[in-house]
């Protein structure tokens, strides 16, 4: 019996491609629901989503686990492709949303960047390669410039790991980008011979996805096929030991709808262990005999952020939400252009079905490693700032027909500098131990469709671990 920890879409990834090789497992979920933070509602007939919106799908890539999940599943009816107008992202510059240039033409044409921008854009392949680990903003700075960094790629680090490009490492991080000065020298020859690449091996463009009922109908769907009573809710998992078999036990208890443990405790024999768990709670389950990798995974930091649905009648906001949202720079030179707000998706644009008729279905962001302190306020003056911002942004009426807010302590893991030699430590230390694996998003890349192809990764090696 493989026993996963965790019921995210990381551990329900390996559970279902194990099950579908023939290998029995158990999944412990401590939450009501598997999913983690994939978690979608209807209220008052709009689609909210909890955690992630989308993600992206490379359709007849060889690394597209994602789509031989969807296929698995039976879920390509139900599959929904993103608006074509979510190739427009518009960022906050000069007191007004304007769309960033989606070509290297429409680069050069437009007026969002200065000409000293544009003329650093052409210097970047002659500058040198990086000797070290750099962050973020070291390495654009230096490629690009500081007016690139300010409003292009920090809001899009903002966007994607809720994250402070001063802290995060370019290596692991965006590990592509950094490869493409690597194996290159420039960002811009490799981004030409990676497009020739592309374009003769036949292979498409990455589309972005949900589903008819929204991404939660992702891990609802792969817990509802996993064998019956595979997947185990309210579980905590309190200890984890290796056997001198080479088998493990794992303690756990019963908890209630809040989270606290009951009476109930259960003591389960694995011939294999996967801690698909948030660093943090990997670095409790390990700490007993690996205090090494115990250590490492809790030196790994985490965004705080809320997410705020808000709903409007269509003629109350009188932007044309022509896009895939907007997102605010963190740096900004301009007074008028520092917002609280990390960024808004557009979400009832991008996905059919997200609002009722006449209404549209905006999605905001706050918090964040660069403003952790927010969170700290009540729902209701987030609620208030974020109509606020978005009255600014989007012209839109205050106050909102339907607003709902989550909250996250820890949502997003930060690959700071420092973070793939963290991960070693965190295998080094391990190693001595058979059969234990280390699958989340604090490694490895933090979108659903990194989660699935790890995930996929993973059980085809624990397959052939058990064969051999």
């Known amino acids: 019996m493989i026993v996963i920890i965790g019921g995210g879409i990381s551990g329900l990834s390996v559970a279902w491609f194990l099950q579908n090789q023939g290998m029995p497992v158990r999944v412990l979920e401590t939450g009501a629901q598997p999913g983690g933070t994939i978690r979608t509602s209807f209220q008052q007939n709009f689609c909210v989503e909890h955690g992630p919106n989308s993600t992206l799908q490379k359709p007849g890539h060889p690394e597209d686990a994602l789509g031989r999940l969807i296929d698995g599943l039976g879920l390509e009816t139900r599959l929904q492709v993103a608006n074509p107008l979510a190739a427009r992202r518009y960022v906050l510059r000069d007191g007004q949303l304007k769309p960033l240039p989606a070509s290297p033409p429409a680069f050069f044409l437009s007026s969002f960047f200065s000409w000293q921008a544009k003329r650093q854009l052409l210097r970047e392949p002659f500058q040198?390669?990086?000797?070290?680990?750099?962050?973020?903003?070291?390495?654009?700075?230096?490629?690009?410039?500081?007016?690139?960094?300010?409003?292009?790629?920090?809001?899009?680090?903002?966007?994607?790991?809720a994250g402070d490009p001063e802290q995060l490492s370019v290596q692991a991080a965006v590990a592509k980008i950094y490869a493409l000065e690597r194996d290159h020298g420039s960002l811009l020859r490799g981004a030409w011979h990676q497009g020739r690449m592309l374009k003769g091996a036949g292979l498409p463009k990455g589309r972005m996805i949900s589903f008819d009922r929204g991404m939660g109908v992702l891990p609802t769907t792969i817990a509802q096929q996993l064998a019956p009573g595979t997947v185990q809710t309210r579980f905590k998992v309190t200890g984890l030991t290796p056997l001198p078999d080479g088998q493990w036990a794992i303690d756990g208890v019963t908890v209630t709808a809040d989270g606290q443990p009951t009476d109930a405790t259960e003591k389960i024999l694995a011939q294999a262990v996967v801690l698909a768990v948030p660093a943090p709670v990997a670095a409790q389950l390990v700490t007993p005999f690996a205090a090494t990798a115990a250590a490492a995974l809790a030196a790994i930091p985490y965004a705080p952020i809320a997410s705020i649905a808000l709903g409007y009648r269509r003629a109350r906001v009188l932007h044309p939400l022509d896009g895939f949202g907007f997102l605010v720079p963190r740096r900004a030179t301009q007074a008028h252009d520092k917002l609280p707000l990390l960024g808004t998706l557009f979400s009832s644009t991008l996905f059919p079905n997200r609002a009722p008729a006449g209404q549209v279905l905006l999605t905001a962001f706050i918090g964040g490693m660069t403003q952790p302190a927010l969170l700290e306020r009540t729902d209701r003056l987030l609620i208030d700032l974020v109509e606020a911002n978005l009255a600014y942004c989007v012209q839109s009426q205050i106050p909102a027909d339907f607003a709902t807010l989550t909250r996250y302590a820890a949502a997003i893991p930060q690959y700071t500098l420092g973070h793939l030699q963290r991960v070693q430590q965190v295998e080094a230390d391990l190693a001595r131990f058979p059969h234990i694996h280390l699958r989340a998003n604090w490694r490895d890349g933090v979108s659903v469709a990194d989660c699935v192809r790890n995930g996929e990764r993973l059980a085809e090696h624990i397959i052939h671990e058990q064969k051999s």
């Open 128 to 161: 040198p390669r990086a000797t070290t680990e750099e962050t973020i903003a070291t390495f654009v700075r230096r490629r690009l410039g500081r007016e690139f960094l300010d409003y292009v790629v920090e809001p899009f680090v903002s966007g994607v790991y």
